[in-house]
């Protein structure tokens, strides 16, 4: 299957987006501008945006703390997700959720998570809607390598291959676990694991837009074609520390800069494309230099939006329901 020049200037935006949310972000919390936590996924965009690429409306996405990117990938709005970062009135979530808890049902973004663990349980009910309702959406996962671990997960992996749902579970292995290498805690490769729960999975670099865009592919057409749930095992790096502030003692010397100057995602995609001439270096500098003003742009209207005035403390809090 070969994309569109379309669909590869769409995923080179996305990837764009992505990395420059993140590393703005990351300039903003050193200034001390970013209430709360923060997670970055700069260095992750391949997968988010290889898997997120085959969905549209219908279909749910749940997320984990790290969920900037997801958000984006599934076509949120980045200056409304700026603007909930930054904990103001007109975020997406009306400045409530922040960092960890942004959501757009409308677009089929479950939510960024603070539970590790807690989208696959999630993901089970999207995808039993889909099935029950015969929409023909699927539903994803994202789950880190900790996350995995989850006897959440492990039950939602179970669930899904009984009841035969639209579901992937899209591992994403960052090689750790907050503070913990994941081949120190995974004992053994995700791949053996899914099969032991009769679910077909594969391993895949994250490195690579394409392999994981190919890769999920196959697992959302089985999912969308009722032949059950899948599993990818996505390798990658994240580049900042596991949360806005953490000091990175837990990694190698030069760790971070020699991903970042022999796999790093974009850059591999630029040369991929160019190199294939299937997009040319001028365009793909043209959607860099946009992806830069247009988060500049969600920046400044972040940093100028209303905070929510004590009334807005009182709405979204509680529903009726009416039976
Ligand atoms: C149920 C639960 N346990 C522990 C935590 C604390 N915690 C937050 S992130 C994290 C590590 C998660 O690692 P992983 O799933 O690999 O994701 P990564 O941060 O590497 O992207 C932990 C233990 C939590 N938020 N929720």
Same mark, same amino acid.
């Given at each position: 299957m070969q994309l569109s020049r379309d669909q590869l200037r769409a995923a080179?935006?996305?990837?764009?987006?992505?990395?420059?949310?993140?590393?703005?972000? =990351?300039?903003?919390?050193?200034? #001390?501008?970013?209430? @709360? *936590?923060?997670?970055?996924?700069?260095?992750?965009?391949a997968?988010?945006v290889g898997v997120c690429m085959h969905l549209?409306?219908?279909?749910?996405?749940?997320?984990? =703390?790290?969920?900037? /990117?997801?958000?984006?990938?599934?076509?949120?709005?980045?200056?409304?997700?700026?603007?909930?970062? *930054?904990?103001?009135?007109?975020?997406?979530?009306?400045?409530?959720?922040?960092?960890?808890?942004?959501?757009?049902?409308?677009?089929?973004?479950? #939510?960024?998570?603070?539970?590790? /663990?807690? #989208?696959?349980?999630?993901?089970? @009910?999207?995808?039993?809607?889909? $099935?029950?309702?015969?929409?023909?959406?699927?539903?994803?996962?994202?789950?880190?390598?900790?996350? &995995?671990?989850?006897?959440?997960?492990?039950?939602?992996?179970?669930?899904?291959? !009984?009841? %035969?749902?639209?579901?992937v *579970?899209?591992?994403?292995?960052?090689?750790?676990?907050?503070?913990?290498?994941?081949?120190? &805690?995974?004992?053994? %490769?995700?791949?053996?694991?899914? +099969? #032991? *729960?009769?679910?077909?999975?594969q391993?895949v670099?994250?490195?690579d837009f394409f392999a994981v865009w190919e890769a999920a592919r196959q697992a959302i057409e089985r999912a969308r074609a009722?032949?059950?749930?899948?599993?990818l095992?996505?390798?990658?790096?994240?580049?900042? @520390?596991?949360?806005?502030?953490?000091?990175?003692?837990?990694?190698?010397?030069?760790?971070?800069?020699?991903? $970042?100057?022999?796999?790093?995602?974009?850059?591999?995609f630029?040369?991929r494309v160019?190199?294939t +001439?299937l997009?040319? &270096?001028?365009?793909?500098? !043209?959607?860099?230099?946009?992806?830069?003003?247009?988060?500049?742009?969600?920046?400044?209207?972040?940093?100028?939006?209303?905070?929510?005035?004590?009334?807005?403390?009182?709405?979204? !809090?509680? !529903?009726?329901?009416?039976?």
């Amino acid at each position: 299957m070969q994309l569109s020049r379309d669909q590869l200037r769409a995923a080179y935006q996305r990837m764009c987006l992505i990395r420059n949310f993140e590393d703005s972000l =990351h300039e903003e919390f050193s200034a #001390g501008n970013i209430p @709360g *936590f923060v997670h970055l996924y700069a260095g992750e965009e391949a997968s988010g945006v290889g898997v997120c690429m085959h969905l549209d409306d219908r279909d749910a996405i749940a997320s984990t =703390h790290r969920g900037h /990117g997801h958000c984006i990938a599934k076509g949120c709005d980045p200056r409304a997700m700026m603007l909930e970062i *930054f904990g103001k009135k007109d975020g997406l979530c009306g400045g409530k959720g922040g960092s960890m808890h942004i959501a757009d049902l409308s677009k089929g973004m479950m #939510g960024a998570n603070g539970i590790v /663990g807690g #989208g696959p349980p999630l993901v089970c @009910g999207a995808a039993l809607t889909a $099935k029950t309702l015969k929409t023909g959406g699927v539903a994803i996962a994202f789950v880190g390598d900790g996350a &995995s671990n989850q006897g959440t997960t492990f039950e939602s992996y179970n669930l899904a291959k !009984v009841w %035969n749902l639209p579901a992937v *579970f899209v591992v994403e292995d960052n090689r750790y676990a907050e503070s913990t290498a994941s081949a120190w &805690s995974v004992g053994g %490769n995700q791949v053996d694991r899914a +099969k #032991g *729960f009769g679910m077909p999975a594969q391993e895949v670099d994250g490195h690579d837009f394409f392999a994981v865009w190919e890769a999920a592919r196959q697992a959302i057409e089985r999912a969308r074609a009722g032949e059950g749930p899948s599993l990818l095992h996505v390798k990658l790096n994240r580049y900042y @520390g596991h949360f806005e502030g953490d000091a990175i003692t837990y990694k190698g010397e030069g760790e971070i800069e020699q991903v $970042k100057t022999e796999k790093d995602a974009l850059m591999l995609f630029k040369q991929r494309v160019t190199e294939t +001439k299937l997009l040319d &270096s001028e365009e793909l500098t !043209v959607i860099e230099e946009e992806a830069k003003a247009a988060i500049a742009d969600c920046l400044a209207s972040a940093k100028a939006g209303a905070l929510p005035t004590e009334a807005d403390l009182m709405t979204d !809090v509680y !529903v009726d329901y009416k039976f």
